[in-house]
């Protein structure tokens, strides 16, 4: 797994690029939607932004707690619970949203639909003993 330095290096890469072609990346995640969710440090109130890529259905957008599979929550996830009223930006669009953690039979749903789209994460379940966190981004104020 990459460390600290290495993963903030990639995610500044990709939110430059993602700012610079109207919300379209290369790389790993070329083909893939994506997103750039803002969120706020837990315990520092550092502002941070997580490139994700998320399952949109109408105008719902959920994201995926995976780590790739890691035995741990992804920091984003964390300061999203403590700090649920944040910012997405999605294509050229940047709006409010509150984030919501699904309870557990919505969030089987949900993961199924993105498995479905996006094979990895039914790996990224298979390789950890917790269960992978969806949360939904709710837009607000429209």
Known sequence: M???DEIIEMNTQVITEFREK???VGGMFEGFPLILVH???AKSGVERIAPLVPYIEGD???VFASLGGSPKHPAW???LVANPDTTVEYGTETFPVTARV???AERDEIYAKQVAVQPQFGEYQRKTDRI???VELRRTGH
Do not use: E, Q, S
């Open 2 to 4: 990459a460390d600290v």
């Open 102 to 104: 699904l309870p557990r």
């Open 77 to 79: 996830y964390h300061n």
């Open 60 to 62: 719902r957008i959920f």
């Open 22 to 24: 109207g919300g379209t």
């Open 39 to 41: 969120h706020k440090g």
């Open 132 to 134: 992978i966190p969806v």
